[in-house]
């Protein structure tokens, strides 16, 4: 399985936010950090507090923290949330629905089957366990704070 840029961007705020507490940190700091585009972070952040993972405080001093701890957020759910819409293959629903096979065929049993195992595998971590228990992530996305 492979999640698309926008799920491994979504971690990578989640992390930098479970990494630096309480905290609230700017788009923009998190861009740097990262080296991506705050712009394209900007709607992943909003996406994230749409679903409840991120709290946003607008305003002078204002910024986004993990709305609440990290080891209540499974990496599972984040994941599903981002990627949901996205069929894996096109006789999955969403797909282009173009397979002639589709019928009779038992690939799509297979790979439900394995996209399953592997939201699974995911639901068994939460964004504690990816930021936190990771001294040299965490020493890096808490490098330079002020």
Sequence with gaps: M???DRTDYAFRVLMYLAANGERLATIGEIAARYGISGSHLTKIVWELGRAGFVETVRGRGG????????DK??????ARH???GIPPVECFPGGAGKCRIAPACRYRVVLAEAEAAFF???DRYNVHDLANRNP???SFLTADRR
């Excluded at 957020?73 to 984040?78: D, E, K, L, S, T």
């Design 2 to 4: 492979q999640l698309t």
């Design 63 to 70: 910024g986004l923290r993990l709305a609440r701890a990290a």
């Design 73 to 78: 957020i499974p990496v599972g759910a984040v």
């Design 82 to 84: 981002m990627e949901q």
């Design 120 to 122: 699974a595998v995911l």
């Design 136 to 138: 040299e992530l965490r």
